[in-house]
């Protein structure tokens, strides 16, 4: 793009969305549109909100921690805080909260963390020697999702109105083609750009202000503002699936047109589906938060781990 000038002013182009082109200042108007076409459209906040967004230290969350909290005052909300998850993983977890202290420090952003050791009474890296140990068989994302979820949902409820995350547009045609191909009709059901809504008393409303927005425009974004978001790979990850699915779209022609048509298509069946899936939530008999059995998942590994602990 070095020589193509923006299709709005003389200035060099950085971004082509398979339309225009758009130079800095241009790009990033372009993107603060595509949030708030979201953000309004569906709903996301109300004036005064607080918001908690979950920032697990990837360019999607650390973008949307300062895309909000930037436009903080345009869009009324009372405050914006980043909740990152410490679940204790050596090497990995480590690295990128160090980056993130630095990181709020220099853009003036707030941060909570809250820790596994001390939530659960076991870090992640503790956790999995003892599966190891006792031979269960279970892969650390199994448990690490599970609390990771609870502990968010906790701690977004006790102290926030809404919590936002960074999933952008091929997370989330990503997951329409994943739960479609595995038959996972009840997540397809529960997925969307707002979900939580009145579900039960203590489940927070979550958001996804990036839901039209790109994995390649949250990159430049991250550059743009330069946000520097070192890429680590958890020792732990997998998911060949999800990455051949990537992989797959991506390499597509028209890669912004299909993302879009396939989030289409999945919205204009989705409340169908949900109307058709209306599945009740019940109340943890431990914890007291929303589960569709007696006692939650979180609840039923905390009191394994704790056991094997022992
Ligand atoms: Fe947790 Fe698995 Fe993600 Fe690592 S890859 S942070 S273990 S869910």
């Known amino acids: ?8 002013c003389d200035k060099p182009a950085i971004y082509y969305d398979g339309k225009k082109y758009y130079c800095k200042e241009h790009f990033l108007e372009y ?10 459209e569906f709903n996301m906040f109300s004036p005064g909100d607080r ?10 969350s650390v973008s949307l921690l300062h895309f909000l909290t930037k436009h903080k005052d345009e869009l009324e909300l009372k405050e914006v805080v980043g909740l990152a998850i410490d ?28 820790s596994f050791k001390e939530e659960i ?36 409820i006790e102290h926030f109105d809404v919590l936002a995350t960074g999933h952008n547009l091929n997370d989330e045609a990503q997951t329409v083609i994943l739960n479609l191909a595995e038959h996972n ?11 939580g809504i009145k579900r039960h008393n203590k489940f927070i409303k979550r958001v996804k202000p990036f839901y039209y927005i790109t994995e390649k425009e949250t990159t430049i974004y991250s550059i743009v503002n330069k946000l520097n978001v070192p890429y680590i790979e958890c020792p732990y990850a997998r998911g060949a699936f999800r990455i051949y ?41 431990i914890c007291g938060f929303p589960t569709t059995r007696e006692i939650c998942q979180a609840c039923q590994l905390r009191l394994t781990f704790q056991k094997l602990k022992e």
């Open 51 to 60: 918001v908690a967004v979950a920032v697990s230290g990837g360019k999607d």
């Open 121 to 156: 009474g076991l870090t992640l890296d503790e956790m999995f020697e003892l599966t190891k140990k006792y031979n269960l068989g279970y892969w650390p994302c199994t448990y690490c999702g599970v609390f990771r979820r609870w502990l968010l949902n906790k701690y977004a």
């Open 1 to 8: 793009l070095a020589k193509v000038k923006c299709s709005y």
């Open 245 to 285: 699915v990537r992989d797959l779209l991506y390499k597509m022609e028209h890669v912004r047109e299909l993302h879009e048509n396939i989030i289409k298509k999945y919205l204009s069946f989705r409340d169908k589906l949900q109307k058709r899936y209306n599945f009740e939530l019940k109340t943890c008999k």
């Open 31 to 40: 993107f603060k549109n595509l949030a708030f076409k979201a953000i309004k």
């Open 87 to 114: 679940e204790g993983i050596k090497g990995y977890r480590d690295v990128t909260l160090n980056y993130l202290k630095d990181f709020a420090k220099k853009h003036n952003l707030k941060i909570k963390i809250i």
């Open 185 to 195: 009709i009840k997540d397809l059901a529960k997925g969307g750009p707002v979900t």
